[in-house]
């Protein structure tokens, strides 16, 4: 199975200033033949389900503010929240769909400073 | 607009049996692969089980393949998570989820909003 391993555990960030979130995959989840990469990154409020922010590692999905931005190749990958909002508190987690089963990292809880 | 709708859950003890439901609209059903997901409380999302548009193709997480099994019924929208041997460690919400695509492995961007399955003598 693939593993996912997410830093920090949590986090705080003043407001209007940027997050990073890292994610490191146990193996590669880049696809040779169309170059993608299957990991997406998921955002999910308290008492809420997970809501998809990020896929192919990079592309936002519709709706999604562009404070939002995901990075990386291969096994190293972060994801950027600039300008904090208030409605950011939450914890973000990414999961790889290169194969099943579709395991998700362990989380990284963003709260405000 | 999607909508997802999970029923069947509550409280059964170890050893019982449950079956959740999901029900689908505002989007082509049968197009588009379908999956099972839970979180137990604090913990990471969990993938648990997927099925293909056509239903003919089932994966399943180790932790519960042979115990639970996955159908979907495209005539009515519906999915079915029959839920047999429940053990302590599937309590959690489940949530149903559909797929961007006809099949697993893919992204699965709506999600439902979940129901509550207690394991618990």
């Known amino acids: 199975d693939i593993v996912l391993t997410q830093s920090p555990e949590s986090l705080a960030v003043s407001l209007g200033e940027r997050a990073t979130i890292n994610c490191r995959s146990s193996?590669?989840?880049?696809?040779?033949?169309?170059?993608?990469?299957?990991l997406t990154w998921f955002q999910q409020r308290p008492g809420q389900p997970p809501k998809l922010l990020i896929y192919?590692?990079?592309t936002r999905e519709s709706g999604v503010p562009d404070r939002f931005s995901g990075s990386g190749s291969g096994t190293d990958f972060s994801l950027t929240i600039s300008n904090l909002q208030a409605e950011d508190v939450a914890v973000y987690y990414c999961?790889?769909?290169?194969?099943?089963?579709?395991?998700f990292g362990g989380g990284t809880r963003l709260e405000i400073k | 607009e999607v909508q997802l709708l999970e029923s069947g859950g509550g409280l059964v003890q170890p050893g019982g049996s449950l079956r959740l439901s999901c029900a689908a609209s505002?989007?082509?059903?049968?197009?588009?692969?379908m999956s099972w997901f839970r979180q137990a409380p604090g913990k990471r999302p969990e993938w648990v089980a997927g099925?293909?548009?056509?239903?003919?193709?089932?994966y399943y997480a180790d932790s519960v393949k042979g115990r639970l099994t996955f159908y979907r019924d495209n005539s009515n929208n519906t999915l079915l998570l029959q839920m047999d041997s429940l053990r302590a460690e599937d309590t959690a919400v489940y949530y149903c989820?559909?797929?961007?695509?006809?099949?697993?492995?893919?992204?699965?961007?709506?999600w439902g909003q979940g129901i509550r399955v207690t394991v618990s003598s």
């Open positions: 192919w590692a990079s």
């Open positions: 989820a559909k797929a961007s695509q006809w099949d697993l492995p893919t992204t699965f961007p709506s």
């Open positions: 999961q790889q769909y290169y194969t099943t089963p579709l395991n």
């Open positions: 099925i293909s548009g056509s239903g003919h193709a089932t």
């Open positions: 193996r590669s989840l880049l696809y040779t033949p169309n170059n993608k990469n299957y």
């Open positions: 505002g989007f082509t059903f049968g197009n588009f692969a």
